[in-house]
C-alpha cells in the first residue's frame, strides 16, 4: 500500500500543558534514562487502538484540556482519558475534515486527555521514544501553539468500533492498593497504619513526575542515610518531611530516601488522572491477596 502524501495537522492552541507522549524509553535505566511515556498508560494504548495504530504510537497528552487541533487534510481523531468539554470523539473515532478544529475544553473530571490520529504523531524519536520527559528534558519539546505535526502512516487495519465503553476516571476519593516496599522496615507498624489509614490529599505541586501528598506526617522509625538505589513507577517514596511522593512517568532513576510502598502498576495509571484537591485512599494490597 503507498503511503499518503504529507499529512499534517496544525496545533492553534495547547491548554496549561500538552506533550507527546508514547509507551516510552524501556530498559535504559541503568544508563540513567528514565522510562517517561503516557501518565496513563491505558488511556493512550485505547486512543491507538481505537484507530488503527500500533500500541506505541505516538499521541499527546493534554492536561486539563484547552488544546485546540486543525486537521490540514481529512484526518482520523480520537480522545480518551479525562473527557473535555466540547470534545465530539471521545472514545469515538471521528473524521476530522480538512480545516475543521478539534477543540477541548476542560474536563469533568481526571485530568489527562489523549488525543491519537491514525497513524500517529510522526516526530523524530529520541532513544526510541517520542515520549516527553520534562525531568530529563528528552524527547520532543513541550507542544506549543503553532507547531506543524507530522503525521505517520497506519498498516493495520481500522478496528471499526463506533464507542469503546470506557469509564471516566473518577472525581472524587480514589483508593488503590498498596504493598510494602524494600524500606518498609524504616517505619514502624504504627507508621505503616497511618500510611494506609488517613486519606492523603493530592497537592498542586503535583506533575509529571510525581504525586505530592499531603495529610500527617509519617514518622521514621530509623535515623540514618541511604544511598540511593533505584526507583520505578509506583514508588511511594517518603523524604525527610514525612508527606509520601508517588512516583509517576517521570519519576528519577534513583533516590536516596526511603521507599515505604508501591502502589500496584495498573492503579498508577489511576492516579495519573487525579487532580490537585483530591484526596489518595491507600488500601492494603496484600488483604485482597495481590
Known amino acids: 500500500m503507498t503511503p499518503p502524501a504529507t499529512v499534517t495537522v496544525t496545533v492553534l492552541e495547547t491548554g496549561p500543558l500538552t506533550t507527546v507522549q508514547d509507551a516510552g524509553r524501556s530498559g535504559r535505566a541503568a544508563l540513567g534514562v528514565g522510562r517517561s511515556g503516557a501518565c496513563d498508560r491505558a488511556s493512550c494504548r485505547l486512543a491507538n487502538r481505537l484507530v488503527g495504530n500500533a500500541a506505541n504510537a505516538a499521541a499527546l497528552e493534554v492536561t486539563y484540556g484547552g488544546l485546540a487541533l486543525r486537521a490540514d487534510v481529512d484526518v482520523v481523531v480520537v480522545t480518551t482519558g479525562a473527557r473535555c468539554a466540547g470534545g465530539t470523539a471521545h472514545n469515538a473515532p471521528l473524521l476530522l475534515r480538512a480545516g475543521q478544529v478539534l477543540r477541548l475544553g476542560p474536563p469533568a473530571s481526571g485530568l489527562r486527555t489523549y488525543v491519537a490520529v491514525r ?14 520527559d520534562v525531568l530529563s528534558g528528552l524527547g520532543p519539546p513541550v507542544v506549543t501553539p503553532g507547531l506543524v505535526l507530522s ?40 507508621a505503616w497504619a497511618s500510611l494506609l489509614g488517613q486519606p492523603w490529599g493530592v497537592t498542586s505541586d503535583s506533575n509529571r513526575v510525581g504525586l505530592r501528598l499531603e495529610g500527617q506526617a509519617l514518622v521514621r522509625g530509623r535515623e540514618g542515610e541511604l544511598p540511593s538505589e533505584g526507583m520505578v513507577r509506583g514508588a511511594l517514596q517518603v523524604p525527610a518531611s514525612g508527606q509520601p511522593v508517588l512516583f509517576l512517568a517521570d519519576h528519577p532513576v534513583t533516590g536516596g530516601y526511603p521507599v515505604i510502598g508501591y502502589v500496584d502498576d495498573v492503579d498508577v495509571d ?20 495481590r
Open 119 to 132: 497513524g500517529g504523531f510522526d516526530v523524530e524519536p529520541v532513544l526510541g521514544s517520542r515520549a516527553t
Open 151 to 190: 503525521v505517520g502512516f497506519s498498516e493495520l487495519p481500522h478496528p471499526g468500533v463506533d464507542l469503546a465503553p470506557a469509564l471516566d476516571p473518577e472525581s472524587g476519593d480514589l483508593a488503590v492498593r498498596v504493598t510494602p516496599g524494600p524500606r518498609r522496615d524504616w517505619f514502624s507498624d504504627e
Open 270 to 289: 489511576r492516579c495519573g488522572q487525579l487532580r490537585p484537591g483530591q484526596r489518595l485512599l491507600l488500601r492494603d494490597g496484600r488483604a485482597s491477596g
